[in-house]
């Protein structure tokens, strides 16, 4: 059961929304489906496309969010996309193309994370992260500090286009700690030849544990 109330929709707490492989969930405002009563949250499995579009402010969906497919995708293209129960990726796609990410954790076990953009929530990639939309900058930000943890299956890809950070070169500024682990890879980008000697500062954090035990690189 959804009940819309002017602005926000109220989804029944032991409700399932499945969104199918070829359909479109969009946002084209800043709206909330909240949870409807007490003790837990609704479900939205996600096979499709699941979109916010349009709304400079926040769109919040607090339902229990799962991007599930090959062919899935979750995108934020204006405004900031949010997930305040919980977003568990084990296949598909989730980009910033314009838009950005909030919620308490956006839990990548399968599947890609990418673009340009702020992510105002923990990060957990089992999965792979590359951030921009060609080359590009990728924070992970909040008033709260936000961390980065990636596992030891995981990839995280960055372009070298460049000398400069966030144009040049692809980055990911972390406001906390990272944990490090998997594969780094590096590929080139836009014709680029580095010279030797050069440094390449692809990821910023306060704080570190653990370092990456594979890399591929050009």
Do not use: C
Request: charged share 5%; net charge neutral.
């Amino acid at each position: 059961l959804v009940t819309y109330t002017g602005g926000q929709f109220f989804a029944d707490l032991s409700g399932v929304w499945n969104n199918m492989a070829g359909a479109t969930f969009t946002l084209s405002a800043d709206v909330a489906i909240a949870f409807y009563g007490a003790g837990g949250y609704g479900t939205f499995n996600n096979y499709g496309t699941l979109k916010k579009t349009a709304g400079a402010g926040l769109g919040d969906l607090a339902l229990n969010l799962r991007n599930a497919a090959a062919g899935s995708v979750v995108r934020s293209e204006s405004g900031i996309l949010g997930f305040s129960a919980s977003y568990v990726q084990t296949n598909g796609l989730t980009e910033l193309a314009g838009g950005n990410f909030s919620g308490a954790l956006l839990d990548i076990r399968g599947g890609l994370l990418t673009g340009a953009g702020n992510i105002a929530a923990n990060v957990s990639n089992g999965g792979q992260v590359a951030p921009g939309s060609g080359v590009g900058l990728l924070t992970i930000t909040n008033t709260i500090p936000q961390t980065y943890t990636s596992t030891t299956n995981s990839l995280v890809t960055f372009q070298i286009g460049g000398l400069n950070p966030g144009s040049g070169h692809d980055q990911i500024r972390i406001n906390s700690s990272a944990t490090l682990a998997g594969t780094l890879r590096a590929v080139l980008a836009n014709g680029y030849i580095p010279t030797a000697g050069n440094t390449y500062t692809v990821m910023t954090f306060t704080a570190r544990s653990g370092v990456f035990t594979n890399y591929s690189f050009p």
